[in-house]
């Protein structure tokens, strides 16, 4: 029997940052997140960050407005991001940690130690209608933590085992990707939803797609990179030929 299809969600972050750049409105992450859905993509995401360094108020609001597939906004656990959430109403909302300085997320949550603070988010964004997933790394720890906490889906943080690869750090990637199966393994007996992003590129996304428990993957900087060279339709079309490879 073949795996289930593997949803691909494009975060188109980074697009928004190249307008922002320079001002103005060009180039639109809105247009570029409907030219990746007419390439394969099963849905978008967009981090809008407490300092609004690149997708804006207005943007989330459009792309909620103007897509006809889900739309994950992913959100620090703030009081001013759950009333964004509650009145805009994604289909999803992906928790993560967020720190002024960082030039993207770093690492996962800390479910396990931000307990009472996440599990009243989770809940009002539960009752709000919206499908919660908690940014983690592959940790037992933190994978009980987010089923004690009542999130429904994790999203596994694949950074550190992108990074080792692309290092050549080969003991280290291999050491992280059976994190990353154990974890998968682990989250799906305890009945989570389970999802993976970060740092991913065709070669390791075609390599992670074939684990059978994750069932989306969430890509964004290495499409909008391979776009400004090749498109962002080739880009997408590429990314959804390498997981189904693997998926198969």
């Known amino acids: 029997m073949s795996a289930p299809h593997l949803r691909l969600g494009v975060n188109v972050d980074h697009v928004a940052t190249i307008r922002n750049a320079r001002g103005g409105h060009h180039p639109d992450p809105v247009g570029a997140a409907q030219i990746a859905i007419e390439a394969g993509a099963d849905g978008i995401t967009a981090h809008l960050r407490e300092d609004r360094r690149h997708i804006r108020d207005d943007d989330i609001a459009r792309l909620k407005a103007e897509l006809a597939k889900p739309l994950n906004l992913e959100m620090a656990a703030t009081e001013e991001m759950v ?35 996440l599990a009243s988010v989770v809940a009002r964004l539960r009752e709000a209608g919206i499908r919660v997933s908690l940014f983690i790394a592959a940790e037992p720890r933190q994978i009980q933590a987010a089923v004690a906490i009542g999130a429904p889906v994790i999203e596994i943080h694949t950074g550190a085992w992108c990074d080792a690869l692309a290092d050549k750090r080969m003991s280290a990637a291999q050491a992280e990707w059976e994190r990353i199966r154990h974890g998968a393994q682990l989250a799906r007996r305890l009945g989570l939803e389970v999802h993976a992003g970060h740092g991913l590129n065709f070669a390791t996304a075609e390599a992670i797609a074939a684990l059978p428990e ?19 339709a080739h880009a997408v079309k590429t990314m959804r030929a390498s997981i189904d490879r693997g998926r198969a």
Do not use: K, M, Y
């Open 83 to 117: 009333r964004i959430a509650a009145a805009t109403a994604p289909h999803a909302a992906c928790l993560v940690p967020e720190r002024r300085e960082e030039r993207t997320t770093e690492g996962g949550l800390d479910v396990a130690g931000q307990h009472e603070v």
């Open 214 to 232: 994750i069932v989306e993957l969430n890509i964004g900087h290495f499409l909008i990179g391979e776009a400004v060279s090749r498109g962002l």
